[in-house]
């Protein structure tokens, strides 16, 4: 942790860390909380994770790897914890986050989401609910020449890689965009569009994921209470 903020230039604030806590029924994980503090120049140039406009290009800046190790996904589906956590690149990190917030400054951008718990499919959910009531739905075709067959489709929706930002932007700044990326020395691929009333996430001929948006905004809204 020390080394990433040495590297990224992020004060901490305070923070808490909890090695021994348990519950009725045993010991829990240890827990982490840490407290940063950041700097928005301009309020104007605020960038918030949800899609706002019909036709805007989708665009991640990373990459999507094998990485299901220590994902919300194996707990919650398979009720499993292991494997390795997805180790972070810090040259990769910067080169990512230089990206975003370069577009940012320069208004080519008009949502930037981090791919963080459950990955790329959850990261995409959130960016079309989280505009509520004016939420917009995205098609996404997963590209062969990017996202290859031999990573598994679990892996590539809720693999929890590091160093991934999801954002939306006008077709007419996609280069723009892509130029930034390239002199950044960061990873993007155009993963689809903004648009409709559904989240379609395809890869070649497959449908892997059709879901209504307002069932998922319906899920994720009460998760909780269904839980319990």
């Not at 604030?13 to 045993?26: A, C, H, L």
């Not at 398979?78 to 810090?90: A, E, H, T, V």
């Not at 230089?98 to 959130?126: F, P, Q």
Request: glycine content about 8%; proline content about 5%.
């Amino acid at each position: 942790m020390a080394e990433s903020c040495r590297s990224l230039g992020t004060p901490v604030t305070g923070g808490n860390v909890s090695f021994y806590n348990e519950n009725p029924k045993g010991a829990i994980d240890p827990t982490p909380m840490v407290g940063m503090l950041g700097l928005l120049e301009d309020v104007d140039r605020y960038c918030s994770p949800d899609f706002k406009r019909e036709g805007d290009l989708i665009i991640l800046l990373g990459e999507c790897k094998d990485d299901l190790g220590g994902s919300e996904y194996l707990k919650l589906i398979f009720d499993l914890k292991m494997g390795d956590s997805p180790r972070i690149n810090l040259e990769r990190e910067k080169a990512v986050q230089r990206t975003c917030l370069e577009a940012i400054k320069a208004g080519l951008i008009n949502s930037a989401h981090d791919c963080s718990e459950g990955g790329l499919a959850v990261a995409l959910a959130e960016c079309c609910i989280l505009n509520s009531p004016q939420k917009i739905g995205a098609i996404i075709d997963l590209l062969p020449s990017y996202f290859p067959s031999s990573l598994r489709a679990d892996s590539l929706l809720f693999g929890e890689t590091q160093s991934r930002i999801v954002i939306s932007c006008p077709p007419e700044n996609f280069n723009q965009v892509v130029n930034l990326a390239h002199k950044n020395k960061a990873p993007l691929v155009k993963l689809g569009k903004v648009g409709g009333n559904r989240l379609i996430i395809r890869r070649n001929k497959d449908t892997l994921i059709d879901v209504q948006i307002d069932e998922l905004e319906d899920r994720w809204k009460k998760g909780l209470s269904r839980h319990i």
